[in-house]
């Protein structure tokens, strides 16, 4: 097992970490970095589904021979949810893995403030 | 088995041709043969003894981010991923396109937002994560019935598809030699699960994916090659070759119908980008890493693998298109899904064609043997252990469980497939992702990020979520009601063109009901007296972000 699901005298600790000023920042840095990044992801997804589902006659302007607007809005997709996921690991490898391992180091050695 | 049902006014005109076998069948069973038997021997050499529970459902937690990325993305790439939509590129061109992006996008909501406080705060199932804050007994009973049935259809889909595939190319068109194939799949499936467990589906899903990229990426060069390594060309010359020029190349062949069948896409386009986060299958392979980065490190290798894959695919489609050409794919058994079939025929005669058709295979047997298990850990260890048995019982018992459930969950697939193999088994795999965006990512993103949710919210969504959408379907064309415009044929699943119930016009739900369980969650929450407890939000919150409490995972 990799932990004990019912620690019932760790309950009032919780708390007391939920409060603490760097718990707080851990949780504001992430949630600034998902709830953009996440919205801004499905908004340029369904602004593209929407382009392709009512407007096909502007999908299909050329921008380069064959290769018309849909096909390149297209890639575009694949490129952005890579570019993203990329994002993502080097942000939390850089900022939120770092912060992370010093709030758990200060927790197993004593209090939080 | 493609994820398609293919509107009326877009079918083209079939001049059915005697159903007629391509390649060798011999050939086709001999390569499938050393794969299963290797495959066998994987799952029997790789499984150890599994006798805890942690053994049996989550692998001992010692499989890495890269292996568990490589297995994830074996276990989400079904055959209508491979076949399917390759298949809808090569007879409708950009439409088919559409589905692979909405796959693949899903995978940031489940990259951010889910599967690092997932694999922190949970041990098997997606239940355990919601038991953590929420009266434990009805909701871990509403999550294990939401992942039953969503594994169900899911799986429903995969056993027809194999049964469709089959009478292609194995040459196997009887009606007992067709059911002998699904029965042989599903026995097969659940002795993976039986002795493998975890640990043995996971190295078969491995391998399976490394068969499948390989396979695509030979057929991809190949056609490329033949392209002059010009994709502009590969475009034209398949857009020459098609019927409708070059509106392959643009959206609309598909899906431009009327307004309903534009807003049916966009319904489907929602339940597609959110459906991923909630399919109980694939977010239990996130419990079988050491730690919460290690299942970050294997959802962006899945992301990779599973990008690189749907980039393939678009040539695949283009490619049977070009070379193929999209009447005789209309005329073959199986239609849109044998164009990779067809294609690798084309290019690479018997040979190329049974080692298409093996991966197929494998790619069916693989997916269903992660959706049983998933399947079986949700009864043994969400109703069985925790809702029956409250708890006080030894590991070994929930292993046996989900044992017996495993063997049980088989025999329905096989029974499901045998009884659903002619059915337009289209719509069961947009419906399991229609279900799982409604019934289970609401109430996985409430308790994870909302402070406020409670037990009424979650039941409420879940329950709501899933009543909403399989009313909905079975009120949609998809059931009843739709005829071909042209030969008067049904094109639903009750075949008598009288019976109409098609009340809800749209083939997918997800438009409707996935907003609606969000709405669920949220007013059930907001209108009850019941009081949240602060400790236990303290407590989800502190260790989804930190693992904090956690033991830690040695680390490597």
Redo the contacts between chains.
């Keep these: 097992?990799?932990?004990s699901?019912q620690?019932p005298e760790?309950?009032?600790t919780?708390?007391t970490?939920?409060?603490s000023r760097e718990?707080g920042q851990?949780?504001r840095r992430?949630r600034n970095?998902?709830a953009p990044?996440?919205t801004g992801?499905?908004c340029w997804?369904?602004l593209?589904?929407?382009l392709?589902?009512?407007f096909?006659d502007l999908?299909?302007v050329s921008v380069?021979?064959?290769?018309?607007l849909?096909?390149c809005l297209?890639l575009l997709?694949?490129v952005s949810?890579?570019a993203?996921?990329t994002w993502?690991?080097r942000w939390?490898r850089s900022s939120f893995?770092p912060m992370?391992d010093r709030?758990?180091e200060r927790?197993?050695h004593g209090g939080v403030r | 088995m493609t994820v398609v049902a293919l509107p009326a006014t877009a079918a083209l005109p079939v001049h059915a041709a005697p159903a007629a076998t391509i390649g060798d069948p011999v050939v086709n069973i001999a390569v499938f043969a050393v794969f299963i038997t290797m495959t066998l021997w994987i799952a029997v050499r790789v499984s150890g003894n599994n006798s805890t529970a942690?053994d049996y459902f989550a692998a001992g937690?010692t499989i890495t981010g890269r292996q568990n990325g490589i297995a994830i993305a074996g276990d989400y790439l079904s055959a209508a991923s491979f076949l399917g939509i390759a298949g809808v590129i090569a007879l409708y061109g950009?439409d088919g396109?559409?589905y692979s992006?909405?796959f693949?996008?899903g995978?940031?909501?489940v990259?951010?937002?889910v599967a690092e406080p997932l694999r922190n705060t949970g041990?098997y199932t997606l239940a355990d994560v919601l038991a953590y804050r929420l009266r434990r007994g009805p909701v871990r009973t509403a999550a294990a019935v939401s992942t039953l049935v969503i594994s169900l259809f899911y799986l429903l889909a995969q056993m027809a598809g194999a049964g469709a595939l089959v009478s292609l190319l194995l040459g196997v068109s009887s009606e007992v030699g067709q059911n002998l194939t699904i029965l042989t799949i599903g026995l097969l499936m659940t002795f993976y699960v039986l002795v493998g467990g975890m640990k043995g589906t996971t190295w078969v899903q491995i391998v399976k994916a490394v068969l499948l990229m390989m396979a695509a990426a030979v057929v991809t060069i190949w056609v490329l090659g033949l392209a002059r390594f010009n994709i502009?060309d590969l475009?034209?010359d398949a857009?020459a070759k098609s019927a409708s020029g070059?509106a392959v190349?643009?959206?609309?062949l598909l899906?431009?119908g009327g307004l309903i069948s534009?807003i049916n896409?966009?319904s489907l386009?929602i339940s597609l980008?959110l459906g991923t986060a909630g399919l109980p299958h694939v977010l239990m392979r996130l419990y079988t890493v050491p730690n919460a980065?290690a299942a970050?490190?294997s959802v962006?290798w899945a992301?990779?693998i599973m990008?690189l894959f749907?980039?393939c695919t678009v040539v695949l489609g283009f490619g049977a298109m070009w070379l193929v050409g999209s009447g005789q794919i209309a005329a073959v058994p199986g239609k849109a899904n044998a164009a990779v079939p067809l294609l690798a025929f084309k290019l690479g005669g018997t040979l190329l064609l049974a080692a298409v058709a093996a991966v197929a295979f494998a790619t069916i047997l693989a997916v269903v043997a992660g959706l049983v298990l998933s399947a079986s850990a949700s009864f043994a260890h969400d109703i069985y252990a925790n809702v029956i048995k409250k708890g006080n019982l030894e590991h070994h018992d929930e292993v046996r469980v989900a044992r017996y459930t495993a063997v049980g969950i088989g025999l329905a697939a096989i029974l499901g497939g045998i009884y659903a193999k002619n059915q337009n088994v289209a719509f069961l795999v947009s419906l399991a992702f229609a279900v799982a965006a409604s019934a289970n990512l609401p109430t996985i993103l409430y308790s994870l990020y909302w402070s406020r949710f409670t037990s009424r919210g979650a039941l409420w969504s879940i329950y709501g979520g899933l009543i909403s959408s399989i009313t909905l379907i079975a009120l949609s064309p998809v059931i009843s009601g739709k005829t071909d415009a042209r030969t008067g044929e049904s094109l639903s699943m009750i075949t008598d063109p009288g019976v109409n119930f098609a009340v809800f016009p749209l083939e997918n739900p997800g438009i409707v009901s996935i907003p609606l369980a969000f709405f669920l969650g949220w007013l059930g929450s907001v209108t009850t007296r019941e009081q949240v407890d602060?400790?236990?939000f303290?407590?989800l919150?502190?260790?989804s972000?930190?693992?904090?409490?956690?033991?830690k995972?040695a680390r490597r």
């Excluded at chain 2, 190349?249 to 609309?252: E, I, M, N, Q």
Aim: glycine content about 8%; proline content about 3%; charged content about 15%.
């Design positions: 097992m990799s932990f699901q620690a760790r309950v009032a919780y708390e970490v939920q409060a718990f851990l949780n992430f970095f998902a990044a996440v992801v499905l997804y369904f593209f589904v929407i392709a589902t009512f096909p999908m299909a380069f021979g064959k290769l018309n849909g096909l297209g997709q694949f949810t890579f993203v996921t993502y690991l939390a893995d992370v709030l758990r927790l197993e | 942690s937690r950009y396109f559409l992006i909405g693949l996008v995978w940031v909501i990259l951010i937002l041990r502009f475009f034209s857009a070059d190349l643009r959206p609309g899906y431009g534009k896409f966009v386009s980008v980065r970050r490190a962006a992301t990779w990008g749907y980039l602060p400790a236990r303290a407590r919150q502190v260790r972000l930190t693992a904090f409490g956690t033991v995972a």
